[in-house]
C-alpha cells in the first residue's frame, strides 16, 4: 500500500509497510500510481503521453527503478505485521495516570473530565492511596525498568503537598526496587509559585501547561468560579517556569474548539510569548456542546496544519525553529512496529488511578463504572476489559483496513472511539481526517530537513 500526495511543491509517497518516503520528480510520481495498475508497456505508453519531454529512454529507466525499488521491499511492500505477537499479552504496567485531585480551580466549559470531578464528588488522593499506586505500578512493571508516572487532575497543584511526597516516595523506590521513575506534571498555572518551579525543574522530566493562545480564545473557555478569564494570571508563571526549565522538555497545551478553527493564530501568539514547544489539540466533547468542532470546521482545520507545516519550514530556515508536538516523527528509528500496531497502551500497559484508588483504562474512562478495571490495592480485578484493551489494534479495527495512515496512528484513540461509535474497537472518523492531515505535513517536515542535511 502506497500514499501519494504533493506539499509545498514536492512529491511525496509514503510505503505504508516498509515504513519508506520518497521524494521524487513528476515522472516517477505518476509512474508509481500507475506502476500496480497495469503491464509494463501500458505504463510507459501512459507516461509518455503525460510527459512529452521525457526520452523513451528515460521513462524506461524511471520505470526499472521503481520496479527495483519494490524488489527490495522498499515500495508496495507486503502486510507482514497482522499476525505479530502481542507483547501487552504478559500484562506488564509501565505508566500510571495519578488524578491527585478532582477538583479544579478553573471552570472550563468545554472540560471532557466535568471541570475535574469526572461524573463524581470533588476529591483529593491521600499519600497512602498515592504511595499503593506506585507500589502497584513497581510490582506489576515486570523486568521493565523505566517507569512514567503523570500527575494529573482536575489541578493536581490543588494537592500539592501529595505530589511531593509520592515523588519523593518514589525516589526511595528506585534505590529498593532498581526502577527509575520518570515524572510529568500537567497544570492549569493559576496555583504555579517559585516552590512549584524549583520542584518542577528538579523531579519532573515534563511538564504540560494549559495555555489557549490569544487572550480572548483562552479567557472565553478556561475561567474561575467567578467566570474571570486566567490568560493574564498564568501566563507570566508559565515565561517564569519554562525559563527555569533549563533545557529540560515542557509543552504549551492548547485547546481548538468550533470557536477558534483558525489555530494557527493561537499559535503564532504562543510563539509571540516566547513559547516553543507547543501542542494544540482538537476540543474534546459531546457533539451537541457548543463547542465542538463540525465538518463546516474541517477545511479551515486543515488549511491551518498546512500553515503551520509552512511556518515550521520558514522558522527553520530563520534559525528560529520550534517544535509542534504532532509533527514530531522520526522516519528513521520508530516508533518500534509493536507501538505501531498497538498504540498508547491504555488499559493494559498504561492505567489512570483516582483520589480514591479505582483503576480505569485511561483518564478518558475515569468515572464510567463500565470500565472500573480494580483498585490498587487488589490490582485488575475485571480481566475481561484488560484483555479486551489489550487486543484492541490496528487490526482489529476493519475501517483501518484500507487506510495508509493505520501504522502511525495504531487504530487512534480508544476514548475518541468509544465516544464516536460506542465500541473501543471502532473509529472516530474526524479525528481520522484530522491524523491524516497531520501525518501528511509531520512526513513533509522531515524529509525537508532530512534533504536539508543530505
Avoid at 502497584?136 to 521493565?144: K, N, Q, V
Avoid at 526511595?172 to 520518570?182: C, D, I
Avoid at 481520522?432 to 542535511?453: G, N, P, W, Y
Amino acid at each position: 500500500m502506497i500514499h501519494q500526495y504533493k506539499f509545498a511543491g514536492r512529491n511525496i509517497v509514503i510505503d505504508v509497510y516498509s515504513g519508506s518516503v520518497h521524494i521524487v520528480d513528476d515522472l516517477a510520481y505518476d509512474l508509481i500510481a500507475l506502476f500496480e495498475g497495469s503491464d509494463r508497456d501500458a505504463c510507459l505508453r501512459a507516461a509518455a503521453e503525460k510527459h512529452p519531454s521525457a526520452s523513451p529512454e528515460d521513462v524506461a529507466e524511471c520505470y526499472d527503478q521503481i520496479a527495483a525499488l519494490k524488489k527490495s521491499g522498499r515500495l508496495f511492500a507486503p502486510d507482514v505485521f497482522q499476525d505479530l505477537p502481542d507483547p501487552r499479552a504478559d500484562g506488564i504496567v509501565k505508566a500510571l495516570c495519578l488524578h491527585v485531585a478532582h477538583c479544579c480551580n478553573l471552570q472550563c466549559s468545554y472540560c471532557f473530565a466535568g471541570q475535574g470531578r469526572y461524573r463524581g464528588k470533588s476529591a483529593l488522593m491521600s499519600y497512602e492511596v498515592g504511595k499503593q499506586a506506585l507500589d502497584f505500578l513497581a510490582a506489576s512493571s515486570g523486568d521493565r525498568r523505566n517507569l512514567e508516572v503523570d500527575f494529573f487532575g482536575g489541578e493536581p497543584l490543588m494537592n500539592f503537598d501529595v505530589v511531593k511526597r509520592l515523588t519523593e516516595y518514589a525516589r526511595g523506590l528506585e534505590k529498593t526496587s532498581g526502577k527509575v521513575f520518570r515524572f510529568t506534571l500537567t497544570t492549569n498555572g493559576m496555583l504555579i509559585d517559585d516552590d512549584v518551579i524549583d520542584f518542577v525543574r528538579r523531579e519532573m522530566s515534563n511538564v504540560v501547561l494549559s495555555l489557549d493562545g490569544r487572550r480572548e480564545v483562552h479567557d472565553r473557555f478556561r475561567v474561575d468560579s467567578e467566570g474571570r478569564g486566567s490568560w493574564e494570571r498564568i501566563v507570566p508563571k508559565f515565561q517564569k517556569l519554562v525559563s527555569a526549565m533549563e533545557g529540560k522538555s515542557y509543552y504549551i497545551r492548547g485547546t481548538f474548539t468550533h470557536h477558534n478553527p483558525d489555530f494557527l493564530e493561537d499559535i503564532r501568539q504562543m510563539l509571540d510569548l516566547g513559547f516553543t514547544r507547543l501542542s494544540m489539540e482538537p476540543v474534546v466533547c459531546s457533539p451537541d456542546d457548543p463547542s465542538a468542532l463540525t465538518y463546516d470546521d474541517l477545511p479551515t482545520v486543515m488549511e491551518q496544519y498546512e500553515k503551520l507545516a509552512l511556518l515550521m519550514l520558514e522558522r527553520r530556515r530563520e534559525g528560529r525553529p520550534f517544535i509542534f508536538y504532532h509533527y514530531m516523527l522520526d522516519l528513521a528509528g520508530g516508533p518500534c512496529i509493536y507501538k505501531r500496531v498497538s498504540g498508547c497502551g491504555s488499559g493494559s500497559e498504561y492505567m489512570a488511578v483516582t483520589p480514591s484508588g479505582e483503576l480505569y483504562p485511561c483518564h478518558q474512562f475515569v468515572g464510567d463504572e463500565r470500565f472500573r478495571m480494580g483498585d490498587v490495592r487488589s490490582g485488575v480485578t475485571n480481566a475481561d476489559i484488560r484483555r479486551e484493551f489489550a487486543s484492541c489494534s490496528v487490526y482489529s479495527r476493519p475501517e483501518c483496513a484500507d487506510c495508509w495512515a493505520k501504522l502511525y496512528c495504531s487504530g487512534g484513540c480508544a476514548a475518541n472511539a468509544w465516544r464516536a461509535s460506542g465500541s473501543i474497537r471502532g473509529v472516530y472518523a474526524y479525528g481520522c481526517e484530522l491524523f491524516r492531515k497531520r501525518i501528511e505535513c509531520a512526513v513533509a517536515l522531515a524529509a525537508a530537513e532530512q534533504l536539508s542535511e543530505a
